[in-house]
């Protein structure tokens, strides 16, 4: 067989390192990506609207208590004696509240978009 | 065909549409770059998928200075590395600067079953070369970058790209001389 020159020999080695891998990505990648991205545009969106709920839930409460102690002063005292009574009840149900939002956030859909092994 | 400008301002609107428009376009470049930094196949689906959520996250700091692809392409690098770095740290060592003594592992059987063919057999080596060597590789025969961009990409020198790729070739050209003389005279 003839041998190869160098110049066919750089030949060869230019074209084999300029050919793309024969594997690639899978073909529905990009829409995966997208959904993941999607998925964590809500996720932010959800976060945000939480934050601001529980923000103006606080801002409501506190007046109210506010206008209580400056009209009826005696209920007012009554309802933060009731709110001192029942504290670990509150927190509790905040606490499980948010657990279960990130159960939901972080297992659930995590598990959901994560993408299967080839 | 594809507009990286009206495609960012798309995206950066909240278009999703574009957005995978623009992972289809982009989605070769950064496997080509993920894979030829990590050996495991397995990792590689994953890593790309961050980079381009990366390339979401931080596309509003994309002024255009350079090419999309090129500032792409440095963040499938950066993750890349930092996911070496990270997981595998034994794959990333200092290389011995005389790179004419690098060790191919000739006697994996896997590349003497694929000498057999030529293409293969230089595929076989490229993967062997240290990450740094491969990518530089990768980014100007592949992705045909040019010095410049390299330099954007992974931050090194110009003058250590060159060299990188000065010596890889001539490497791989030695060890194509060594094979050829077995298989073809």
């Known amino acids: 067989m003839k041998k190869m020159n160098d110049e066919e020999l750089q030949k060869l080695l230019f074209d084999v390192l300029s050919t793309e891998p024969a594997e690639g990505l899978p073909y529905d990648f990009s829409a995966r990506v997208t959904r993941r991205v999607q998925a964590k545009t809500r996720q932010n969106s959800e976060l945000r609207l939480y934050i601001i709920a529980i923000a103006v839930v606080s801002i409501v409460i506190t007046l109210i208590y506010g206008l209580f102690f400056l009209l009826k002063p005696q209920l007012g005292s009554g309802i933060l004696t009731i709110t001192t009574d029942y504290k670990w009840t509150f927190v509790l149900g905040i606490f499980g509240f948010l657990t279960i939002q990130y159960l939901d956030q972080v297992l659930l859909k995590s598990t959901f978009f994560k993408s299967p092994k080839r | ?185």
């Not at chain 2, 255009?64 to 692809?69: G, H």
């Not at chain 2, 060890?175 to 298989?183: D, Q, S, T």
């Open chain 2, 1 to 185: 065909m594809f507009n990286e400008r009206e495609a960012v301002t798309k995206v950066l609107n909240g278009d999703t549409g574009a957005f995978e428009s623009l992972v289809k376009q982009y989605e070769r470049l950064v496997y080509v770059v993920v894979s030829r930094l990590l050996r495991e196949p397995e990792d590689v689906e994953d890593i790309c998928q961050e980079v381009f959520i990366k390339v979401y996250n931080g596309l509003f700091r994309f002024g255009f200075q350079s090419k999309l692809s090129t500032w792409i392409a440095r963040i499938a690098y950066f993750t890349g590395i930092n996911y070496i770095k990270k997981y595998k740290k034994e794959v990333l060592i200092n290389y011995p600067e005389d790179m004419e003594h690098y060790h191919f592992t000739d006697d994996n059987p896997e590349l003497l079953l694929t000498k057999k063919d030529a293409a293969k057999y230089i595929e076989q080596l490229v993967l062997q070369l240290p990450e740094k060597y491969r990518i530089v590789i990768s980014l100007f025969y592949l992705s045909e970058f040019s010095y410049e961009e390299i330099c954007e990409i992974t931050g090194m020198p110009e003058g250590t790209i060159k060299n990188y790729l000065f010596r890889a070739r001539n490497l791989l050209k030695q060890k194509m001389e060594i094979y050829l003389k077995g298989e073809l005279l």
